[in-house]
């Protein structure tokens, strides 16, 4: 027998394809017969011509058999037996898809099938056996995405080949009319920095959706933990585009296994959302390789499937949201897309172990044609053996047998022949198809075409053939390289090692055959050889195609010999790479590696510089790992550098500053660590003392009253561009101490960061963060030193200090920063509430555009708060909560979707679609932060007063609402003082009324009075405010008025009484706000009704019920219904 022959691995023959050889031996020694490092040695010269002949002659059979497809190993069109049921699940998710989406009323979730099973074991070949369905679907779209050993550290690489894909195709599957639509949807639902992110891992995306202009100050402004999220949202949005456009849309994830950890945060992110059904997701992964984060997936999938009624990891703050499911109407959407893993998820998991005796037995009579069992029989149980019934295994060996003639076909005979002990001598039981494979190889294949797999198994699971011919030109002479090469891809293709994808593409026809040729030399080598092509490929490669390939180029050269600073510079930018597609693993893998191989790294000003970066880098992206230990090592070794100016450990510094404060919240330490930054770094001093901090403060008020302080357009355009790089640090280090100094209840320190901030930017150049100084300075004028005139023109240069760093292109964070602070603490108090829907939705996308999603969303619960107390119809209101809560969830911000979902139940009760009124699940005292107890103790004295639970409010109003109103001044535009006082004088006047007396006359004249001071008290603070020229509180004046005139008449009628109250009920309607106007015919109803003016009680009880109904607070109206017929009947 020839030991020469090549053998076709995993080879499926078609008639003709068989190819052995007699006479190939020039040039060509086997693998067996070299050395590793003859495989690396360039391939040496030959003669083309001669060569040439050898391999046209290896595509022609040693013997001419028969034309017959008798004669034939179908290997591809072999049934895949002992698969039926597998395969037919698989059918069955697809067929659940395409049913949801004819018919809405099914119950709708996401297809997610994972498989898992050995190599070798048919994963691939189930998981495809729909592909030809999903395809003849005029619209339908089958997308495949695979993940590769050689490649783990670069990100999302099989979602960038699918959806890749699915740009390229997208037009032709659509037509032009549907794709300008799936266009205009893309468009239309991503923003400009949901685009930007999409455009770094996705290849084409341009051909959807071309990059929208992306401001270049916003970048560096954006929180690394923000710039991941978006993306994640961003994605959700697109896939949710394109599964409206395509049906169905079946994504195919092959060896999760490998897949880098990024890939598996974004398939939680797909599988968990639960906006979109239409939508089949496939895995496959290897079952005795699964990695620990894949793990950890599919075990938490697997618990959430047991009851999908009890989330995960339900969180004490989270159950405010859980309580929400149970209530009815389409609020109990409320939970987030991405919450809780699994929840909205048909999982299917299926598990493909080995073939039966049987099985095998009926492979191989197939694939041999015969019809008589017992001549199968004998032949398949050796197969079985030497397979143990691997599908993989067992095409390889029947391939490698008929190469070796120990399975031929006797065209006299027409007959498929074997020798049984032939077989049983001369094949071995392996459980491990990579050692069958590289068997094979090594006995057969040519050391050019064992050259040539190499290198392609060195360039990932796809290849590109220009990357293959830069390293081939290399290897060869001149330009006879290029037609050996061509034949040789040509051989590759038709003995299966490799397929071709589209027209300049390669890949191997399986993982066992890429495995088998990597381990057929050693470790050293292989790396050698990495080292070989990443060189080639960093030179030849133009800019465009390197950045393109920058993750595979840094792949190959990490663990190799290259020279140090160039190989450092290299995993630097794949860092910055990574870390600007929130690939937060794979940027620590290649700046740790960077460090690693820098010599010398504190000495040089370059080395330097590459070495602060590098240690940067790698301690944000550790940070957003939650390694805080490593992250504040990192930056610790940077500060520690006597070598390192201190301005170059800035972003050290900041790294653990932003640690202290979002991570460990502890803002007393953020705070002292700032102080200290700016004193030692620049000799920015302030006192650390309360006496000194007092005095320090009246000094700044002094200063920020001073004409000076109040600049014109003209003057902050005069003033010069800050440039010192030490005040531009100092700058820096203010900003972070001052949200410090504001979380750490230090007021009178934050002022005085404050105009230190101002007076800088006026004494060393202009910055951008004067802006939010100056509207951080008028919330203070305005609600902590009552001083509203200043307040207003602080606000005013606010806005156009904005407009300035706009037009000098230094922005920045700052326009976000101002438009939160002013839109909560300035606006509301200076404009009419109604006017500001429109500038809080602006403000909101701003702030999502500039990527600053804690500002937006702070937004967007001011435009919640604004709309629930000014009277905004609770529908309107309840749908406004449904589309912005879920964002706060997927976008990881469970403290807003919290607090929001507190106004949703708050909307929930108003609207009966609770048996509750004022109370609030999830809100006990131990549960929550002050800050955030404190908000739901608003929202309760809110529904308390609009409830007519006046005992209730006015224990929680004496219990913590001078807290509030102490601790939170200007928070939700002054409101509390109005449902405070309502509550007091509400509570009162039921004391009067209940023992039948005048005010003066009352038993409980102690309890009495300490109401009625309470509501003096808020009534005098609604009062200064309307002075002060509140346009949102006349009416609540208006209402006071009329509450404290009915109490002091509250046993016999006063026309002063009606006439305020009349006017505070025309009042609260021409200001649109007719939860106000509806409280109020309430209160002037049971006002009459006390003094015995029945008839005109019940007209007026009449009008509040039709204003309550109007704002859509149902469960109000059935109160005053029943009371309605109370009075009716008394009457």
Known sequence: MDSQKPIAVLKAAAPGSQTEDSSYTSGSSTISEMSGHEVLAEVQVVDVDILSVHLEQETSTKKQQATSPLGTLRLDQCKLYGREEHIASVQDGLFRVKQKRLNQKLNATLEFVLISGPSGSGKTAVATSIQQDVERSPSGVYLQGKFDLSVQKEPYTAFATALGDLCCRASDILGRAAFERFQEETIKNLDSLELHLLHGIIPSMGLIAPEKEFRADFRSSIKMGDQKNRLHYGFLKFIRVASAAFC?????????????????????????????????????????????????????LRLQQQDKKAPLKLTRQDSNRQSLLSKRGSMSKLLSPGEDLGTNLTLTELSLGNLTVKEVEHITMDLLSLTDHTVAAPLAQILHRRTFGNPNYLKTLITALHDDDLLSFNVGTTEWCWDLDEIEKSSFATDNVVDLARRGIQRNASKEMHHLLMCVACLGSICKEKCIRLIWKRSSVGNTGERLLQQLLNQAVKQMFLEQIGSSQFRFTHDAVKEAVISSICLGEINALRQKIGGILFEELTEEELEAMLFLVADLLHNTDWPGSKLSQLLLRAAQKAKGVSAFSSASFYALNGIKRLRNMWHGDENVQLAIKLHSIAAEAE??????????????????????????????????????????????????????????????????????????ALRCINYMKMKKSIPSVAEIKALPQMTDPTRLFGMELMGEATYSAFFAGKPTLMLMILARRIQWSFQYGFHASMAPAYATMASAFMHALGDWERGRKMAKVAVQIVERAKELGVAGNSEQEVLYRLHFLVNPWTQPARSLSNQLIDGYKTCMLHGDVQCAFNVIGVYIFNHLLSGKELNDLEADIEYYMPQMIALKYDKFGFFIGLAGQAVLNLMGRTEQTTMLDGTDENDLNRQVWHQAQFLKRFLCAHFGEYKAGVENSIKVGKEWLKSYPGVYFGYDALHQAVCFYGAARQIVQKQGKSCELA?????????????????????????????????????????????????????????????????????????????????????????????????????????????????????????????????
């Open 623 to 696: 940070r957003c790992l939650g390694n805080l230990p490593h992250a504040k090592r990192l930056c610790e070794t940077i500060i520690g550098q006597d070598s390192v100016p201190n301005i170059d450990k800035m972003q050290a510094h900041k790294i653990l500053i932003d640690m202290l404060w979002n991570e460990e919240e502890d803002f007393e330490v953020s705070l002292n660590y700032s102080l200290d930054c700016l004193g030692e770094s620049i000799g920015c001093n302030f006192p650390r003392g309360k006496a000194g901090q007092t005095v320090g």
């Open 1003 to 1131: 038993p409980s004249a102690s309890q009495l009075s300490l109401y009625r001071k309470h509501a003096s008290k808020n009534h005098a603070l609604v009062d200064s405010w309307v002075k002060k020229g509140g346009p949102n509180h006349v009416h609540h004046l208006s209402i006071l008025d009329a509450e404290r005139a009915a109490l002091l008449s509250c046993t016999q009628m006063s026309k002063e009484a009606c006439k305020l109250y009349e006017k505070a009920i025309v009042n609260s309607i021409d200001g649109g706000f007719v939860n106000h106007a509806a409280l109020t015919e309430e209160r002037f109803a049971d006002y009459l009704w006390g003094v015995d003016v029945r008839a005109e009680g019940i007209r007026h009880l009449e009008n509040a019920i039709k204003l309550f109904s109007e704002w859509g607070a149902m469960k109000k109206v059935e109160q005053l219904r029943e009371k309605h017929m109370g009075m009716a009947g008394q009457s």
């Open 248 to 300: 169905p849309l079946v994504f195919f994830l092959d060896d999760l296994q490998w897949a880098d950890v990024s890939s598996l945060e974004l398939l939680k992110v797909l599988i968990s959302d639960q906006e979109n059904t239409n939508l089949m997701v496939i895995g496959t992964y290897r079952s005795n390789e699964v990695n620990p984060d894949l793990s950890k997936m599919i075990q938490d």
